[in-house]
């Protein structure tokens, strides 16, 4: 964290947000939800700054085939459509990442019968919600954005709704992990993931298997 800090005073962002996911992993394997609080705020500044400096250039991608990515993908905003799923964005993203590049990435699926379109992340569990498409179909920064914080706070609700009452606090904040990855630049996901954390402070190691149902999700695998 002493890294990522650094990294975030002098304005490198995505090498900021990396450390904090080593940071965060790191401490999960220690039990340590105190440390996982602190993390979650300095990777929320992080996503924050990629998420803007991304929708801020007002270049929205429409990738419908392999030959609408751009040979040098930039720090934009990449739709990918149908015949997509959500893990080819996802598989973009990191690769993307992994060069040095942060583009903000979504996904969406095929119009359903009411004329929605399914916006999806891909992360340990896929997370799904359906808006309504932009104007003439056309993806412009305001929609994206929109789409985006709906994606988020589906998945919040959804890492809320997979628990049971009588669950470990400790598997709350797994089944947060389990949808970082399909929202990262969501920041009230991030602040709920703090929360999560929060309250597993002081409780004891779970001795229970951890146990969530199957996914089964022939779209997004």
């Given at each position: 964290m002493e890294e990522a800090s650094t990294a975030l005073t002098t304005g490198q962002y995505l090498l900021a947000a990396a450390l904090c996911r080593?940071?965060?992993?790191?401490?999960?394997?220690?039990?340590?939800?105190?440390?996982?609080?602190?993390?979650c705020m300095p990777l929320l500044e992080a996503q924050r700054y990629l998420r803007q400096d991304a929708l801020d250039k007002g270049v929205i991608h429409t990738i419908s085939s392999s030959a609408d990515i751009p040979e040098s993908p930039g720090n934009e905003c990449f739709l990918f459509a149908p015949n997509f799923v959500g893990a080819d964005a996802l598989r973009f993203r990191n690769a993307a990442n992994d060069?040095?590049?942060?583009?903000?990435?979504?996904?969406?699926?095929?119009?359903?019968?009411?004329?929605q379109w399914p916006i999806v992340g891909v992360a340990e569990r896929v997370v799904r919600v359906r808006i309504a498409p932009p104007k003439d179909d056309t993806p412009n920064p305001k929609w994206f954005s929109h789409a985006g914080e709906q994606l988020g706070d589906q998945a919040i609700r959804d890492s809320l709704d997979a628990a049971d009452p009588e669950d470990p606090p400790a598997w709350i904040v797994d089944d947060f992990l389990d949808r970082l990855d399909a929202c990262p630049e969501h920041e009230k996901f991030?602040?709920?993931?703090?929360?999560?954390?929060?309250?597993?402070?002081?409780?004891?190691?779970?001795?229970?298997k951890r146990r969530r149902g199957l996914i089964d999700d022939p779209y997004s695998f």
């Amino acid at each position: 964290m002493e890294e990522a800090s650094t990294a975030l005073t002098t304005g490198q962002y995505l090498l900021a947000a990396a450390l904090c996911r080593d940071a965060l992993a790191l401490a999960r394997r220690e039990y340590d939800f105190a440390r996982m609080k602190r993390i979650c705020m300095p990777l929320l500044e992080a996503q924050r700054y990629l998420r803007q400096d991304a929708l801020d250039k007002g270049v929205i991608h429409t990738i419908s085939s392999s030959a609408d990515i751009p040979e040098s993908p930039g720090n934009e905003c990449f739709l990918f459509a149908p015949n997509f799923v959500g893990a080819d964005a996802l598989r973009f993203r990191n690769a993307a990442n992994d060069a040095g590049i942060a583009p903000f990435v979504l996904t969406r699926e095929p119009t359903t019968s009411k004329n929605q379109w399914p916006i999806v992340g891909v992360a340990e569990r896929v997370v799904r919600v359906r808006i309504a498409p932009p104007k003439d179909d056309t993806p412009n920064p305001k929609w994206f954005s929109h789409a985006g914080e709906q994606l988020g706070d589906q998945a919040i609700r959804d890492s809320l709704d997979a628990a049971d009452p009588e669950d470990p606090p400790a598997w709350i904040v797994d089944d947060f992990l389990d949808r970082l990855d399909a929202c990262p630049e969501h920041e009230k996901f991030l602040m709920a993931l703090a929360d999560a954390c929060a309250n597993a402070i002081g409780h004891p190691v779970p001795t229970r298997k951890r146990r969530r149902g199957l996914i089964d999700d022939p779209y997004s695998f």
